[in-house]
């Protein structure tokens, strides 16, 4: 790291994480976020729908939506709560429900959608699987928006590294970092929206599983690739073989991918 580096290091933008402050009530870029990949994802699954030979009616992508926003907010703050601070919040269990703070892990708001996705399909009998690939085509948008927010909030940022678009993060030290939350952005929310999405479009998707497949592979190996460039969470640091939490999260969403994925080429067209 050479001087020269630090100081052509970019500043990090001074964007405030409130968007706006009413008396107690604050609007968060982080909070907008979800809101937007909801509502999108939300839209989109309308427009399916709408689809000739859909599974799925309009009325019931509407009320999948309060499924999904409970899902993700729910499951999401407990598996950060139980993947990544355990110890923390046994000791302070009230502060579990204290989600302004911060503090929501993807592989828990995933967990927390799976768990809704089966009920409601079961409630409603719907196809799980073919919920399930319409979930993995609109999922990438929430992610990108997420990985947006993370970097407006100068969290989740990247390690030191001299590369000429380092940036140097207001909580990261003096030291220019990795912005990996855009990594992050860019491969778990575009490059991965236009692969499935892609793939929905071609002949394959009429596989139940394949899209669902797809997408838990192309998260974890997005996931996986640049969590070397993302700075560890400082209270767990290097786990298992010099892996990180996320590393490690991302390996069962691999062995299930893969498997739904070879599944699709024993089941009948």
Known sequence: MTYLTQFLALSFPDIDPVIVQLGPFAIRWYALAYISGLVI?????????????????????DDFLVWATL???????????LFYKPLYYLSNPLEIFMVWQGGMSFH????????????????????????????AVVAPIGLFFGRIANFINGELYGRVTDVSWAVIFPTG?????????LYEAALEGLV????????????????????TGTFLVGYAAARGFVEMFRQPDAHLGFLIGGMTM???????????????????????A
């Open 246 to 268: 996320g590393q490690l999260l991302s390996i069962p969403m691999i062995v299930i991918g893969l498997y739904l994925i070879f599944r699709t080429k024993t089941a009948p």
């Open 192 to 211: 991965l929206f236009l692969v499935v999405y892609g793939l929905r479009k071609s002949n394959l998707s009429q596989k139940p599983g394949l899209l």
């Open 108 to 135: 828990g708001g995933f967990l927390g959608v799976v768990f809704a996705a089966y009920f409601f399909a079961r409630k409603r009998g719907i196809p799980t699987l073919a919920l399930a690939d319409m979930l």
């Open 71 to 81: 899902g993700i907010i729910l499951g999401g703050r407990l598996g950060y709560t």
């Open 173 to 181: 030290g003096p030291l220019p970092r990795h912005p990996s939350q």
């Open 41 to 61: 994802g939300w839209r989109i699954m309308i427009r399916f729908a709408k689809m000739p030979g859909s599974f799925i009616s309009p009325q019931q992508a």
